[in-house]
């Protein structure tokens, strides 16, 4: 079992400073904070073998001390995603800066609660950046919501070669899903199906998902703690709303899709 998106934060509010892009602190940060050694009792009373580390960009922007330090202390458990900022002169010496340090995916991070950022994932600036990544092998994920999936697409074509895991599916509703299914066709495309999805969307949406995009491509992710209640709970939560795909199905996308996605992880 393996959880490919949650966050920790430190106590050490001297030693890993709060930083949030766009300067307000996500809520879940501040009021239910999970340290390195939490999540890893977290993962024990749930049964998940690793997890990836995703750079908590509400929390601590583009600074990814924390999820390093917490990779290099427990190389066997956890994997790290950090972020940087894309449109910088320097993102590629950044990208190789955390690279350097321990980390084994980029996080490029467009859309979220906190932030009102004037950016666009296919900005001209960031080719540079993105380049970086593919030539580096980087598996990249990318947070964006259902509007922004045009510029997805103009970035996949672009860039073929990228790898590119889409973080909470970028949020569709049923009513509106149809840019989501007709990103399918490009084979480079992972999905990221979260806690934010399993509360939002019925049974039969997953069905459909997983008939586009293939179990390989889709792989799960709790997004705690930034979701509240437990993570055996949100594990609970996953496995019932799959509960109507086969096993080899749920085995890629509890486990498999994660190992395939992310190299660190085999």
Wanted: proline share 5%.
């Amino acid at each position: 079992m393996i959880d490919t998106h949650a966050h920790v934060i430190s106590a050490d509010e001297r030693r890993y400073p709060r930083a949030p892009l766009g300067g307000k602190q996500s809520d879940w940060s501040r009021e239910r904070p999970v340290s390195a050694e939490e999540m890893l009792a977290a993962m024990d009373a749930a049964g998940i073998e690793k997890t990836v580390l995703v750079q908590a960009s509400t929390c601590y922007g583009h600074d990814n001390s924390y999820v390093a330090d917490a990779v290099a202390a427990h190389p066997r458990r956890f994997v790290g995603v950090f972020s940087v900022d894309m449109l910088a002169p320097d993102a590629p010496e950044r990208i190789r800066h955390w690279v350097a340090r321990g980390l084994s995916g980029l996080r490029v991070f467009i859309a979220g609660h906190t932030t009102a950022q004037d950016a666009r994932l296919d900005d001209p600036r960031s080719f540079a950046a993105w380049g970086c990544a593919v030539k580096a092998g980087l598996p990249i994920c990318v947070q964006v919501r259902a509007p922004a999936l045009s510029q997805l697409q103009s970035t996949l074509e672009r860039f073929p070669q990228a790898q590119v895991l889409l973080d909470h599916m970028a949020r569709p509703v049923v009513d509106d899903a149809e840019p989501l299914f007709a990103l399918a066709k490009y084979e480079n495309l992972y999905l990221k199906l979260t806690t934010h999805n399993v509360r939002e969307l019925p049974q039969s949406f997953f069905t459909r998902v997983v008939k586009s995009y293939g179990a390989a491509r889709i792989a799960w992710g709790s997004n705690y703690p930034a979701a509240e209640g437990t993570l055996g709970a949100l594990l609970a939560d996953a496995r019932d709303a799959l509960a109507a795909l086969n096993t080899a199905e749920r085995d890629w996308i509890f486990s498999r899709t994660a190992k395939s996605f992310y190299a660190a992880l085999a």
